[in-house]
């Protein structure tokens, strides 16, 4: 089984920034595309950012020019650097991977980002 874990949350007025982190472990040992969602209350869960295996990046458009995901594969993490943050950003973020093999779709615990006005 493969474990993500996020680290980075908190709090943070609103034009700052966070750093978001995962990290995965377990019996995979290469993961397919990796990316970041989040569900603020009473909201379905949405995209935020992917990147794939080969670094290829899509991301919401709420969050184009602001947001940049990163992974670094030799250390199965992937990071979400997040700036000129606005209080729309609150929500629980979530990381998620996918391996090579069908079916291979995990799921962190999610983290806290709080944007204060």
């Known amino acids: 089984q493969v474990q993500l874990v996020e680290s980075g949350g908190g709090l943070v007025q609103a034009g700052g920034s966070l750093r978001l982190s995962c990290a995965a472990s377990?019996?995979?040992?290469?993961?397919?595309?990796m990316g970041w969602y989040r569900q603020a209350p009473g909201k379905q869960r949405e995209l935020v950012a992917t990147i794939t295996n080969s670094g290829s990046t899509n991301y919401a458009d709420s969050v184009k020019g602001r947001f940049t995901i990163s992974r670094d594969n030799a250390k199965n993490t992937v990071n979400l650097q997040m700036n000129s943050l606005k209080p729309e950003d609150t929500a629980v973020y979530y990381c998620?991977?996918?391996?090579?093999?069908?079916?291979?779709?995990?799921w962190g615990q999610g983290t806290q980002v709080t944007v204060s006005s």
């Open positions: 998620r991977a996918t391996g090579f093999v069908r079916g291979a779709d995990y």
């Open positions: 377990g019996s995979i040992f290469r993961l397919n595309t």
